[in-house]
């Protein structure tokens, strides 16, 4: 087989356990297990990779963006809210529950 049919192989494998891995969380609350369910798949144990459990962290991919967040909610967010504030106090004023 081609590369590039090997790429869509993976590709349609991904694709078919994603989309049961999301229907199952939907609507039996069952846990995301896709990287399970890839590394069981057989187009996956052909290419011999293994991964080690600190690269599926989250944490480790997200970069500059929890320091990014804090920058924003130190040095940003309160001229924003002193701005709203002048134009708007009740607004300014408001709060939201979630």
Not at 25 to 45: H, S, W
Request: net charge negative.
């Amino acid at each position: 087989m081609k590369a590039g049919g090997d790429r869509q192989r993976l590709h349609d494998v991904i694709r078919t356990h994603s989309l049961a891995v999301a229907q199952a969380v939907a609507e039996q609350g069952a846990p995301n297990d896709l990287l399970e369910r890839l590394a069981r798949d057989a187009a996956f144990k052909v290419l011999k990779i293994a991964v080690r459990p600190e690269e599926l962290e989250p944490a480790a991919y997200v970069g500059r963006a929890p320091r990014q967040v804090d920058e924003f909610l130190e040095h940003v967010l309160p001229d924003l809210l002193h701005r709203v504030e002048a134009v708007a106090p009740a607004a300014a004023a408001a709060e939201v529950t979630v």
